[in-house]
């Protein structure tokens, strides 16, 4: 019997339109995971955190200054602060934009609730990063320092928002990061496979829809007690922190008082 | 239904790269039409409403019950089986299209074979072969069963890929299809010998997290495939195959 080479298999031909899987290659699903986390936590924590903290200034300007001096207390807070809000946040931002870009989105042929959330999930998060861009560049870095002038809090906000079209932005913004959240919950379950039945995904549908009314609504609550219900709150309402720990100067003469037991 | 005609609009192309035409046609109505039905019968008279004569449409069809997959087409815009379309159901001038994501051969007629290129990179069977005869195959419990016929429906039409947003040249996403197909065979209790070499396939590039969960999918599949469950079980079990591999490997 001449022996002779199996025939070779035929190559598989280059493929034009879109590229089939690549099994075992690229990091993006580690990044587009991350992306997926991050959302959760620390963000969403964060987002929930600093909508409950807000809710203080319907108990007025110096309710507001003491919790705004107590997050800023907080242990390690510049740290707690890139790490788990300005770096996540960014990278958040940076990757969901990448993952709008690249989606083409067909409501206008498929007109579908999952399909229109599809594209509310994107244009909600741009809302959200152009938003967050100024709010933290306004409110953060630029004009007077909070975190040394807690009591300047409600005030610094309270000007902002006598611009009736910042008052806009801020509702609106309100509005669009609180749904970018409730649906990002929900998107989170279905995705990593919390909920992938049909019925589990309706039942934290409506789980989802309560957690984000009720934060947009605190947050409007809140932006509503800025603006209408304490007009012409002082400049500050609390003393200037120093920056670290400084025991408060004694008017009598205890050993306190001496000058060497003051930290800087 | 008192109309004596039928208006048809056809995106027409001759060979890959040529440049794309809409021809439009008229014909002869006729009660209980399909659009295979009405594209066969203008093989039988290829001439378009002004009388010229051109070519019959190229297409894919076979089964002609939807159940062989290949009439996927634009019919008024959207992603259908052509054997399936009943004319009587459908707005006029009805157009017709190819498939948008897939490189047209000609005329209505696209090439898909991304989909089975997807389904050989998730080893989409059972690895049966072998010199000997392996015997029966382990029992497979109804609840499985029940799990996996529905799964077992997909006819491989691309429908739920031309319809997701994500399926594109950027993200270059498997799809749902290739999704289920993997959920399919992992719950075999022989094809699942192979169940950890497809999670890590899913977790490729281009893979299950490209998913924005627009369920576009599911609503149009024409064989009704439980696609978004399929794609949330697979993503959990990726997600546990990448954390075992992480830890494990
Ligand atoms: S899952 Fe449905 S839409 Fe997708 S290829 Fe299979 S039958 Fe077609
Ligand atoms: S011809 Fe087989 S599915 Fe339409």
Known sequence: MATAAPPAPPATPQLHGVQPLRAGEGNSYLWRKLHSLTGIVPIGAFLVEHIISNFETLNGPLAYAQQVKFLNSLPLVRILEWGLIFIPLAFHALYGLFIAVRGRSNVNVYPWAGNWMYLSQRVTGVIAFLYIIQHVWRQRFAGVSLPENPGAAFHKVQVELSNPWMLAIYVVAMIATSWHFAYGIWLFAAKWGITPGEKA?????????????????????SIWAVVYKYPNAPENVLPEQPAGVVLPASQTSSPISDPSFVQK | MAQSTIKVEIKR????????????????????????????????????????????VTYDSNCLEEICGSCAM????????ACSALVDKLEQ???????????????????????????KKVKAWVPIDGTYDLGPGPKQAPQIQEQRYPLSNCISCTICMEVCP????????????????????????????????????????????????????????????????????????VF?????DLFAR
């Open chain 2, 166 to 237: 994500q399926f594109n040249d950027a993200t270059g996403f498997v799809g749902a299809a290739t999704i289920a197909q993997t959920k399919l065979f992992n719950m075999d209790p022989s094809g699942s010998v192979l169940k950890e070499e497809r999670l890590r396939a899913l977790a490729g590039d281009g893979g299950i997290q490209e998913c924005g969960f627009a369920q576009n999918c599911v609503q149009a599949c024409p064989k009704q495939l439980p696609l978004t469950e399929a794609i949330s079980d697979m993503g959990r079990d």
């Open chain 1, 201 to 221: 995904r309706k039942k934290f549908g409506y789980v989802c829809g309560v957690v984000g009314t009720a934060l947009c609504l605190m947050g409007l609550a």
């Open chain 2, 93 to 119: 001038p009805i157009t017709l299209a190819p498939l948008s994501k897939f490189p047209v051969v000609r005329d209505l007629a696209v090439d898909r074979s991304v989909l089975f290129e997807n389904l």
């Open chain 2, 74 to 81: 634009l019919i008024n815009g959207k992603a259908r089986m």
């Open chain 2, 240 to 244: 546990v195959q990448q954390v075992k």
């Open chain 2, 13 to 56: 192309q001759s060979s890959p790269g040529a440049a794309a035409v809409t021809e439009k046609f008229e014909i002869p109505y006729r009660p209980g039409m399909n659009i295979t039905s009405l594209l066969g019968e203008i093989a039988l008279n290829p001439v378009d409403v002004a009388g010229k004569a051109t070519t019959p």
